[in-house]
């Protein structure tokens, strides 16, 4: 989504800037997914693959870009999993992997999907800022665009991240790139046109014509995803840019052709716990 205003008659409801806490953030994140979950596999699944890992609407897969380094008996979880697409394929090339996420709905869906690859990922419902998962327990945690954005928090999720990875272990996540935060989700030219401070960290939320918040996103610079990392005690060791792909002529909401040969819509951090 963007941080752009809309009109406020417009199918979301009321779209603005405001405060949200991690309480309705977290509510109204879950049921949105909850509703959506169906609904976004049709229209996504042929892109993102039953059992296939895809980092972002330019297309870079893992398989091509190695982020998460060797998964052959690696223990691994996936945080903000969706239908738990990255997981299978985690499980595909040896990792021994865990598909969590907040929304029964998403999971529901990802369960479909064990019966229907006859892979069986274990799913689990759970909050990315308390994970029933001992100290220093897996060797990677990832995230291709889960969890980060819909989090009040993201400092604790950091943290929480941090406390699972034994040492030497390796946490990535991808998200909507910083730089979006300042134009509209739109992905003609009039998307190219800076509406909204970069600085700006007012939350972006949609909420129904009573204010209860239906859809929150957070946003944070680069600098503040950097020092999030650092204080959570791990080394960021890359930070990868997507180059939007000649061959890719989809139009993903605000993420498009257009808009990726000029501007980054992804960014995905690489960062390990020290030994």
Known sequence: MAPDDLDPSDAFGVVTHRPASSHETARANRAWWDEEAADYYLEHGDFLGDQDFVWGPEGLRERDAGLLGELTGRRVLEVGAGAAQCSRYVA???????ASDLSAGMLRQGLDLNRKVRLAVPLLQCDALALPLADASVDVVFTAYGAVPFIADTARLMRECARVLRPG?????????????????????EGLRVHHSYFDRTPYVEQDESGRATYVEHHRTLGDRVRELTAAGLRLVDLVEPEWPEENRQVWGGWSPLRGAFIPGTAIFVAEKPR
């Open 92 to 98: 595909v090339h040896g990792g021994q992997v865990v």
């Open 169 to 189: 272990g390796r946490l990535v996540f991808s998200t909507t790139h910083a730089i979006r935060w300042a134009f509209p989700d739109d992905p003609s030219p």
